[in-house]
């Protein structure tokens, strides 16, 4: 592989690693038997949906919050995440204690809003819209010197993202395929640049919905593109990769060997393949890889690792989905 495909110097990863040690969990690989016997090779489970806050987007978080000057610590952090990332970025501030702002609209539901404040972060409701949300964080950042931290396109969070990449490498030493769950591709590209570093070889697999699957679309298209946005239950992959796009799109262009669409029946499938025969709750975009190796849609060369990537679900949409009923989340409203 040309060395040149790298964006990420390799020790970037380790020194993440080292600043987020203590503050997050280094989650378990299990094995999978009934995947093994599937795939005819052996499949190991990362299981990061039992990272605290329920997602791997602590990762990140965390190290992009340690890694701000003392001044940036001082004027806090400011987010626009409703869901994991937003989670990830609350506790991950709290715990350094950083003060934290996320804004959102009036149309974020109190669910979601109750989830980030649990956190510990401040959350400040403005306008009816994502537009208007994020003219008060512009005036956060401009006016009162914060620090906006994005869910995916900045080189703290994917070097803390990356560090997944290093425990899946220890515990798994011979493994050959890679399956990630993809969106706006923060956790690929860490997890692609860490592992193919140490070993090029090793095949990275994207795993997206059919429903809106953005950073497919801009690979095809050659430049960042915008989808339209589609109720689905991997609701944690829906988003652009933002059109003025900086890492992830490069790095996936460089370093992903494929991706791998789904429809909204095989995520099912993969959250209910979880739980009945892995014994694991998983939300849908947590699933999807799961989700590829139910539905064969993923070609595995050797020892595979599926990485589970978070748990935060409506348990009661969980309870109704691994009882087989068939959830159409478009016809849901509100997701
Ligand atoms: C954010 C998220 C993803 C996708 O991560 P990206 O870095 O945006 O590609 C996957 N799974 C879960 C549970 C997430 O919260």
Redesign the pocket.
Known sequence: MNPNSFQFAPETFTQARTRIADRILRTPMVHSSSLSERAGVPVHLKLEQLQKTG?F?LRGATNAVLALDETAQANGVVGVST???GRGLAYAARQAGVKCIICMSRLVPQNKIDGIRAQGAEVRIVGSSQDEAQVEVDRLVDEEGMTLLP??DHKDIIAG?GTLGLELLEDVPDVETVLV????????SGVAEAVKARKPDVKIIGVSMERGAAMAASQAAGHPVQVPELPTLAD??GGGIGLENRYTFNVVRDLVDNIVLLNEAEIAAGIRHAYWQERQVV?G??AVCLAALVADKAKLAGPSVALL??CNIDMNMHQRIISGEDVDVAGEGEI
């Open positions: 997602s987007k869901g994991n990332h869910p995916f993202q769950p993809l969106s706006g591709g923060g956790l690929i944690s992959l939300e975009s947590g990537s978070g």
